[in-house]
């Protein structure tokens, strides 16, 4: 009987297994929504935690604020003066952000069938006590104050008026009176309340009796009764506030929070224990429902196995037996009317299919050996082609090659060069051909080909409307069919293939193919040979100018040899020179023994650029004077020296012949003489120097400095540490150019008091080149931060030791790839000062640290 296509689809497999499958979606849905369920609480559960978790960490963050302020702020002038403070913003909002918190958790599902509500608006109401308590606080503190402010700055103007009324009290008791106030004050003890009391009464007494003033009486009695009154506020406030062994707003404060974190924790139990019953009713839910799926796949699996088991076994033996014969022979007919009986007779038609399709590929297999050995020749072809390096031997193998491959009349190779096509090439019967074209003879087929970059294909030329109008590159013998393949490399375009025919059709489709897979081969290496012919040509005229550069090159060594001996014996002449001239200039220079005998100590590092220096110092005693100088002379070597051998001179001249005892008169006449010795005012002389000048009288124990360009560095001690101080000369140079809109001013002196500076460590004067040379990781300069740093580093240690780190410092500095840029000079000096015996009395309230 046969079934209707309804009754057909219902006993399918695919039907049965839709069902199997719907009934699990559905008992996975059922279990899905029941779980969503109970996610859900889950999750507004988690939400309660978290909220609670969030508010026991931000009441932390209040007890912290609380303690924070009541520690530091309570004593911090800065809020009695702006009434704001940090920690009561942060505060504020903490408890602000609790109250947002609370009124979220209060629409939560989960936290309405907890029934925890209660709870919530209990912790409310303490939280809104708390914060009532901590306002009150913050003003009872504000009226307490501190110092200068509120009742205690009151109580303190009150006292310092009677103290500073002119009048003729006893001090004894007025120090006993700030005294008890200072003992209430720290120790909180109400003892000092009533001595403070008694000593005012006593005071108040002696001022009845010894004041006669009558005005200044009843002023000083109503201070005194001011004072009094205010600090009998001051001790009411702070019991309200609350201190040792008294309960005040501070502890009502931490009892308030106590309950408020009581009170969290008890929700969070309550919280805990309702979530623990939905946890456990989860997990009854989902094993349930996992043994339920577990059992109907269960049934539906063994459903299946016994109803598909056995004829899938069946089909399967079937198939080994027809693989095993060769695909020969019908598969098991299984009789079924579901897809295993379809798939049954799909078999049996794909086995037929198969062996129809098994003899169409052995005829493909033929054809594939063909072109395998096509492939093979072009192979061998192209390999041939590739040996040659000239093009003429590439032509002729490629001509050869063709032979056996197409029947042709004549074969062509156009090479194109300067607008020409040359052209070379083989007649069928092996005669040469050559020849050339102009490109500007459009109408020629190798020109088209060579301008459009396209084959030109024709198996019938002479009745073809498209290329009726142009002629082949042969015009001498008949052609009824002709190929014409651009040759284009990577890098230029090389020129045109050409091959004719006498016949009609003379090309089939598969010579064409073969001819153009050649020409790839062709291509390289024609390309190749042409680059090789090229780069002879290249190599010969280089050759040709390298021997003509060698004859040249060989005529001026010897020329330059000559020069190099003579300038070897000029640079031994002038080395000699600068040599002497170094001994010259030492000997000029100040002995270090004497500067270091006349200061408690000092240094001198000294490093020039050259041989010889322009950078220099000076120094010279005269009466009580003494005299020291640090210069750095326009340019270093040869042209620093002189101007250096100059000012030098010119200074010992000036004070040994006039009396100068300013460091800034000495600099000005300086300025004045070099500019007159060097006519500076005729000619473009720009040379000068820049300077400064310490002037240290003995008598006095003063030192004056005037500076051009050139600051004084004054290390001084203090208890922070080491500081520097930069005591800056005037901004123009000794000499040198003067600008016509910048007038010269006289240089500015600085004077500093030795015997009223015992801060006073070191002074240091140097040139720019230290500051300036270039060295460290990034190659930058040293600078005079990093310079000012390094004093004020070693401004403690013995001079020999400061010296020794100064040098260390800058080689380190310029380490092996750098070298120095400039002359170096630093000196260093400690002046030599009385010890002060003199003391300084303190205020009284410094003295009572109050």
């Known amino acids: 009987m046969k079934l209707t296509p309804q009754k057909r689809q219902a006993k399918s497999i695919k039907t049965r297994l839709i069902w199997s499958f719907a009934a699990n979606i559905v008992i996975i849905f059922l279990l899905f929504v029941v779980y969503a369920s109970i996610r859900n609480i889950t999750i507004n559960a988690e939400q309660v935690s978290t909220d609670l978790s969030w508010m026991t960490s931000k009441i932390q963050e209040v007890k912290s604020d609380q303690k924070s302020f009541l520690l530091t702020e309570t004593i911090n002038p800065k809020f009695y003066e702006s009434k704001k403070n940090r920690y009561i913003t942060s505060h504020k909002e903490a408890l602000k952000a609790i109250d947002e918190r609370l009124e979220k958790m209060y629409v939560n599902s989960y936290v309405q069938d907890a029934d925890i509500i209660p709870s919530l608006r209990e912790l409310e109401k303490s939280l809104a006590v708390y914060r009532e308590s901590f306002d009150t606080l913050i003003h009872v503190q504000l009226e307490r104050g501190f110092k200068s402010y509120g009742t205690e700055g009151e109580m303190r103007r009150s006292i310092y ?151 899938i076994n069946l089909l399967s033996k079937s198939i080994q037996k027809i693989v095993e014969e060769d695909f020969q022979g019908e598969l098991y007919t299984i009789k079924t009317k579901d897809e295993l009986g379809d798939l049954s007779d799909d078999f049996n038609f794909m086995i037929n299919k198969m062996n129809e399709r098994r003899n169409e590929i052995e005829e493909q297999q033929v054809e594939l050996t063909e072109t395998y050995e096509k492939i093979d020749q072009i192979r061998q072809i192209g ?134 897979s050649i020409v790839v081969y062709a291509v390289n290496a024609l390309d190749t040979a042409i680059n090789y012919q090229n780069m002879e040509e290249l190599v010969d005229r280089k050759t040709v100018q390298l021997h003509d550069h060698r004859n040249q090159l060989m005529e001026k060594n010897a020329l330059l040899e000559g020069a190099l001996e003579e300038l070897e014996v000029k640079n031994q002449q002038q080395t000699s020179s600068i040599q002497y001239a170094k001994r010259i200039q030492q000997a000029l220079l100040p002995n270090i023994s004497l500067i270091r005998s006349r200061f408690d100590d000092a240094f001198v590092f000294y490093r020039p650029k050259d041989i010889v220096s322009g950078d220099f110092y000076w120094f010279e005693e005269k009466g009580d004077l003494t005299y020291m100088a640090v210069a750095d002379c326009t340019g270093h070597g040869v042209p620093g020296a002189f101007m250096s051998i100059l000012g030098r001179e010119i200074l010992s001249n000036l004070i040994n012949t006039q009396e100068i005892v300013s460091p800034g008169k000495l600099l000005d006449e300086l300025h004045v003489r070099i500019r007159i010795v060097l006519k500076q005012d005729r000619v473009n002389n720009k040379d000068g120097m820049d300077i400064g000048m310490c002037v240290i009288n003995k008598r006095t124990n003063e030192l004056k400095f005037a500076g051009a360009h050139h600051p004084l560095y004054v290390v001084k001690e203090s208890e922070e540490g080491n500081t520097i101080e930069t005591i800056d000369g005037n901004k123009q140079s000794i000499g040198g150019h003067m600008f016509k809109k910048k007038q010269y001013e006289p240089f500015k002196e600085h004077v500093i008091d030795l015997n009223n500076s015992p801060e006073i460590l070191s002074f240091y004067m140097s040139s720019d080149g230290y500051q300036d040379q270039f060295g460290g990781e990034e190659g930058r300069k040293f600078y005079k931060k990093s310079f000012r740093n390094l004093m004020t580093d070693i401004a403690k240690k013995p001079m020999y030791e400061q010296k020794s780190l100064i040098a260390m410092k800058i080689d380190e500095w310029m380490g092996a790839e750098h070298k120095q840029t400039d002359d170096i000079l630093v000196i260093g000096f400690k002046p030599t000062r009385p010890r002060s015996t003199t003391i300084d009395f303190s205020s009284i309230d410094e003295i009572l640290n109050v």
């Open 383 to 516: 390999s041939k082609l590739s040996r040659h390096l000239k093009v003429e031997g590439i032509i002729q193998e490629f001509y050869h090659s063709l032979l056996n491959t197409l029947d042709f009349s004549s074969f062509l190779i156009g090479i194109h060069q300067d607008g020409i096509m040359h052209y070379q090439g083989f007649s069928a019967s092996g005669e040469k051909m050559a020849f050339s074209r102009n490109l500007s003879e459009s109408t020629h087929l190798g020109v088209q080909c060579f301008e459009r970059q396209e084959p030109i294909i024709s198996n019938d030329y002479m009745n073809s409307n498209e290329l009726k109008h142009f002629l082949p590159v042969l015009t001498t013998e008949k052609i009824s069919s002709l190929i014409y393949l651009p040759l284009i490399s990577s890098s230029s375009k090389i020129g045109v293939l050409a091959v004719h025919s006498e016949d009609v059709n003379a090309f089939s489709d598969v010579q064409i193919n073969m001819l153009g």
């Open 161 to 311: 008026s009677v103290m500073n009324s002119g009048y003729d009290l006893d001090q004894v008791k007025i120090l006993s009176l700030r005294r008890h106030e200072k003992d209430y004050i720290l120790r909180k003890d109400k003892r000092y309340v009533s001595k403070l009391v008694d000593v005012l009464d006593d005071l108040k007494s002696d001022i009845n009796r010894t004041v006669r003033d009558k005005y200044g009486k009843v002023f000083i009695i109503g201070a005194l009764e001011k004072y009094k009154t205010n600090f009998l506020k001051l001790v009411s406030l702070d019991e309200q506030l609350g201190f040792y062994g008294k309960t005040g707003i501070k502890d009502n404060l931490n009892d308030q929070l106590a309950r408020v974190e009581d009170q969290l924790v008890n929700i969070n139990e309550v919280i805990k224990e309702y979530d623990q019953y939905w946890k456990r009713l989860n997990i009854v839910v989902l094993i349930s429902f996992a043994l339920t799926i577990l059992t109907v796949n269960a049934l539906l699996l063994f459903y299946l196995l016994s109803r598909l088991g056995k004829p």
